[in-house]
């Protein structure tokens, strides 16, 4: 089973890291970023990060979102760009 498709144990550094879904890596982005996690969790992510292109992209343009607003510059987006981004993330 892979990573993207549900949960499985895999070995790492002689422990076993139980790896999770991307769903599961999404509804965390924002807490992993803000370091708001458990250990164990971030290590589980770190891991998947590591092995899902999809879900490291997703976590390079989130990080790149939040450096644009963290800048204190209002930046208006285009037209219909929120629904296209939904859209891709699906």
Not at 6 to 16: A, H, K, L, V, Y
Not at 57 to 67: E, I, K, P, Q, S
């Amino acid at each position: 089973m892979s990573a993207e498709h549900g949960s499985e144990q895999m070995q790492t550094s002689g422990t076993r890291v139980v790896e999770i879904s991307c769903e599961e890596v999404w509804r965390e982005i924002s807490n992993y970023l803000e370091d708001e996690i458990s250990a164990d969790l971030r290590t589980r992510m770190e891991e998947h990060f590591k092995g899902c292109k999809r879900c490291a992209a997703v976590l390079d343009g989130t990080r790149n979102v939040v450096r644009l607003f963290g800048d204190a510059t209002a930046i208006e987006l285009p037209a219909g760009f929120s629904e296209r981004l939904r859209q891709k993330l699906r």
